[in-house]
């Protein structure tokens, strides 16, 4: 799924993926916002698109990234454990 920074924690990040979530939608504006907590574990890759590793604390607010796995559209949990974090690079 993708989404973009709202917020770093020590141990997880903190993802707005509304646009993500809404992707198939042809709903109204009055639609809610979803938001993903990626758990972060010491087997998280946290790199960039070229696959350079980054540090949590290189992380900025509304910086989008990949994250992976993806969520199933069948889960109602918006949170899990991050196995990769793709920031793509801003153009």
Do not use: C, H
């Amino acid at each position: 799924m993708m989404g973009f920074v709202i917020d770093v924690m020590e141990n997880a990040i903190l993802f707005d993926i509304t646009e993500w979530e809404k992707r198939n939608d042809t709903g109204g504006s009055d639609d809610p916002t979803y938001g993903y907590r990626a758990i972060l574990t010491e087997d998280t890759v946290i790199k960039r698109e070229n696959g350079e590793l980054i540090l949590i604390s290189e992380i900025k607010e509304k910086q989008v990234a990949v994250i992976l796995p993806l969520r199933s559209m069948s889960d109602d949990l918006f949170e899990g454990v991050a196995d990769e974090i793709i920031f793509l690079d801003e153009k």
